[in-house]
């Protein structure tokens, strides 16, 4: 099974993309995923109309549940760091819209971005390291702990 990849929008506050701030923050995600084992962080460049130049997006690529284990707690420990800082978590189902969580707040706990991380994977394919469901009516929990906004 091909890995699951997921993208990641960091944000602090009312900074734009362009902000130093928040680059150096973005670069400190990205040095913080790649030092996951088994974990691929890539830059992704996208024209943008309208714009010069390319639009960056961070795509990580999970290819099991370790490697799930290792990112939620690399994006825990970097939401952690600052708490203006928010990260918007994308996933997409093939020909349908992409689906989109944002976790942000004070003191985020790791079974929060656990948690996100997991209901994407779920709705966008088979979750990695999720537990059997049971019953024929059995699917995702859809209640959304405080920190994660649909």
Known sequence: MPPARLMLLPGLSTLTPDDEPLQAATAELVMDLREV???RA???STPVVGHKGQWTELVIALGGPSVVAGAVTA???WLSRDRRRSLTL???R???HPLRIEISGDNIAESTVREAVQRLLVETGPGLG???EEGPDAGPDRSAPPAITP
């Open 42 to 44: 890539t830059e992704e």
């Open 75 to 77: 994006m825990r420990l």
């Open 130 to 132: 999720a537990a059997p």
């Open 94 to 96: 093939a020909d349908e």
């Open 90 to 92: 994308t996933a997409w």
């Open 37 to 39: 084992d088994g974990l």
